[in-house]
């Protein structure tokens, strides 16, 4: 018998509840973590509505890990889907509600968006997720060097455009924008040298569907200019 089958139960076994029957669109997110804050800006973004429910990532509720057996955030249900990752819910946001677009309309700049969108991921974004996990001193001073280098060598593209990469806000910016918002709390200080990175963040910060997009504990990271 595999050691991964589950130990025998004595007495009776109960059935799980149920799941109540959702017929509205319902994110089941984290409370501060970058992944369910950019599906959150992407919602706000194209004035989706839809429930939210934030949980404890420690202890997520039955309903969750019925649907989601690993209990992750984000975590996106539509009647009878169930999604999880950033970057897939975001793809079928995108489709399911293509107004306004947040991808290009051409192949080519689609393409661009998303390759941009995975090295942000790979380079930035998983810094980010290492520091907040923690580690030595010597371990998080060096992702948050690596972190502050990659974000002020991006400085003339976020100078040659209102949005990243393009002239108009897409799925890139909706990641950025929850990276830029915890720079302070992740101990992050980008200097004179980026003031563009934190000028192309407070064009969003000011934007009241960015501020629905938070949570508490987002909102206690840093005070809204």
Partial sequence: ???LAPAPLTGKRR?????????????FSGRDDIGSHRVRILLAAKGVT???IVIDAERPPLELTQLNPLGTTPTLVDRDLCLTESDIIGEYLEERYPHPALLPLDPQGR??????????EREWLSLAESIR???TKAQLDAARKRLKEGLVGAVPVFK???????????????????LVWRLPALGVNLGKEGQAVLDYGERFFRNPA???SMTEQERSLRPLA
């Fill in 160 to 178: 040659a455009s209102k949005f990243f990469l393009n002239p108009e806000m897409s799925v890139v910016d909706c990641a950025l924008a929850a």
């Fill in 50 to 52: 839809h429930e939210r």
């Fill in 1 to 3: 018998m595999s050691s």
């Fill in 15 to 27: 059935s799980p509840a149920p799941l109540r029957a959702r017929t509205v669109l319902t994110l």
């Fill in 133 to 135: 996990a923690g580690g």
């Fill in 111 to 120: 393409a661009r968006v998303r390759l941009s969108l995975r090295r942000i």
């Fill in 210 to 212: 960015y501020n629905r």
